[in-house]
């Protein structure tokens, strides 16, 4: 895999109600040939887990509903150049499907960076706009450099994207974890073919901003060349476009939106300072 060289410090959560995911499976260990991160290319060996992951049921409530306080925003940076990113794709989608499964508010979100175009396939999913917001995450963690496959929950807890363990201790923790921010939004459709989405942040200690993220369900890709050659890659919940707007004094936001087309659409509310993200909903334009 493509790793940072310097060992990751994840923030703790405190553990709070009682929603949670479990995992039952069997690992698997294989020796990985490369570990890079942007800008250092020297070979490494590194250690991966392979997922083949069995997935339990929530614990219910006394009256037998699910009970949850948070929500987990799970970003992945992918990059169908790199050779280790397919095994976090497959998690991710694992991730998306029990989410949906278990009506659940985590939001999944593929994170295609261009930083691996150069390898010898370009991801036609990939943007520049996608690893200038990895690098601000750099930034934000203290990081000396980005990497693929890299998962980050909530803006603040950051691990190697295929570690199905990491992702079920950080989704757990997030689902636990309440916050008295609220967000509201909608898409107000015009006459012609364009949109506006409104709508209003409460609550927020810190300065915020909004992060609007409009998705593409699924997508596949047969390559024919670079690291990932003779694979069909399949993907979801496709990051094609996402916007940061601002909040007024009163935390409401807008957005135009050029296309009123049938989108689905993930609001966050994100912390300036720090990354982090404390409120988020999903909506379509339908």
Not at 12 to 30: D, E, K, L, V, Y
Not at 65 to 90: I, K, M
């Amino acid at each position: 895999m493509r790793i940072i060289l310097k060992p990751s410090k994840a923030i703790s959560i405190p553990a709070r109600g009682t929603s949670r995911w479990s995992i039952n499976q069997r690992f698997s260990r294989r020796l990985v040939p490369r570990a890079c991160m942007l800008g250092n290319l020297k070979p490494l060996l590194a250690m991966a887990v392979i997922c083949g992951a069995t997935w339990g049921v929530l614990p219910a409530t006394a009256s037998g509903e699910e009970e949850t306080e948070g929500f987990a925003v799970v970003e992945l940076f992918t990059s169908e150049g790199c050779s280790s990113c397919p095994p976090a794709d497959r998690l991710l989608a694992e991730l998306d499907q029990k989410a949906e499964k278990q009506d659940l508010p985590v939001f999944v979100l593929g994170m295609h960076v261009d930083y691996w175009n150069s390898l010898g396939w370009p991801d036609r999913f990939s943007s520049k706009e996608v690893t200038a917001r990895q690098q601000r995450y750099a930034k934000w963690m203290e990081r000396k450099g980005v990497y693929t496959p890299q998962m980050i929950v909530n803006g603040s807890t950051h691990f190697v994207g295929s570690d199905a363990k990491a992702a079920e201790r950080a989704i757990n923790a997030a689902l636990e974890q309440s916050s008295d921010v609220t967000l509201n939004a909608e898409v107000d459709k015009t006459s012609d073919d364009t949109g506006r989405l409104e709508g209003m942040v409460d609550g927020a200690e810190q300065e915020i901003e909004v992060i609007v993220v409009q998705l593409r369900d699924t997508a596949s890709s047969k390559v024919t060349s670079g690291e990932n050659s003779g694979r069909t890659l399949t993907h979801v919940n496709i990051v094609e476009k996402f916007w940061a707007r601002p909040v007024d004094e009163q935390g409401r936001f807008t957005l135009d939106l050029a296309d009123r087309g049938n989108h689905e659409y993930v609001v966050f509310a994100q912390q300036k300072a720090d990354g982090r993200i404390v409120a988020a909903i999903s909506l379509n334009s339908k």
